[in-house]
């Protein structure tokens, strides 16, 4: 039976144009942390390449965990700033594809990273002896590689099985960037394949992911218990407690943002997403260097420098 349909060629995003008198406000809001964000992370990157007493492994997946939360906040960002300042907020559907893409790559990066990392703080708490050698540059240098080969296949995968289907329902996306659950529910095609390979790849990144951040701090917490002196165990903890701030929160609002009951309103599902898309990656510099000696000593000797320069 053949179906009288349009292809959809552009989307409509509603964003929070229900809000307008929001917009101006909004748009402030979300101009500093977008600007926040990506002074302080290229912050970070500076600080990890130029001193020389932060060349080690964990500020070298700490630098890459910056670049994936600017390009995390890039994604969506820019967009949603424009949105809040025109009337007509529209997104072409490669446009869309593009944005859908790159934000999978992004959210799957940041996912493996934080377990590349929690591994690393493994190591150096229960192998310390050995960790210079487990943790080689070659191998830091492949495991980010392999970080961000497995966010270019989740999200080659997810956009392809969304963005093969048809969109005649409507072009309106209830959100204010190219997410998965409102673009499923736009199409007339059969989405039940599309919603199975979301699941499993969303579940195996997700759940494999959160394992080893679980497995590596329950074998990092019994290593902690096993020193002697009070003294040692807060030096211990304190090396991974940044890491594990950044974790509690990333996975926190994830689980809460895609385990949620049906029931939750739109609105309070564009709230969710702006804190995980947006807020926490501008929280991640902080937390690295208000909870970290090393960095906020870093920052000393790079202000020094700049001020001998002056």
Do not use: W
Request: charged share 10%; hydrophobic share 50%; proline share 3%.
């Amino acid at each position: 039976m053949q179906k009288n349909q349009t292809t959809v060629t552009e989307f409509i995003l509603v964003g929070f144009s229900d809000h307008p008198e929001l917009q101006i406000p909004l748009f402030i809001f979300f101009l500093l942390i977008y600007v926040i964000n990506v002074v302080g992370n290229i912050g970070i990157i500076i600080l990890t390449i130029t001193d020389a007493k932060l060349q080690t492994p964990m500020y070298f997946f700490l630098r890459n965990l910056s670049f994936v939360d600017i390009g995390f906040s890039t994604t969506i960002a820019p967009k949603l700033l424009t949105d809040l300042v025109t009337q007509h907020s529209t997104i072409s559907f490669t446009g869309c594809a593009t944005q859908f893409f790159f934000f999978g790559i992004f959210v799957t990066a940041e996912a493996c990273i934080l377990a590349v990392m929690a591994y690393d703080r493994f190591i150096a708490i229960c192998y310390p002896l050995q960790y210079f050698v487990v943790m080689s540059k070659k191998l830091c240098i492949q495991f980010v590689t392999i970080v961000y080969i497995l966010g270019i296949f989740n999200a080659t995968a997810h956009t392809i099985v969304i963005f093969t289907l048809d969109f005649c329902n409507s072009d309106t996306i209830n959100h204010f960037f190219c997410d998965a659950p409102p673009l499923l529910s736009l199409s007339c095609s059969d989405t039940q394949l599309a919603h199975i390979v979301n699941f499993i790849l969303s579940t195996f990144f997700g759940g494999t992911t959160f394992l080893i951040i679980l497995i590596s701090y329950i074998a990092i917490v019994i290593a902690i218990l096993k020193i002697s002196s009070a003294q040692g165990r807060k030096k211990a903890f304190n090396t991974c407690a940044s890491h594990l701030t950044t974790v509690s929160i990333f996975f926190g609002t994830v689980i809460s943002m895609y385990s949620r009951p049906s029931s939750i309103s739109l609105d309070k599902d564009k709230i969710t997403s702006i804190f995980y898309t947006l807020i926490i990656s501008s929280l991640n510099p902080f937390i690295y260097s208000l909870r970290n000696k090393d960095v906020n000593d870093a920052i000393s000797r790079l202000l020094e420098k700049i001020t001998l320069l002056k």
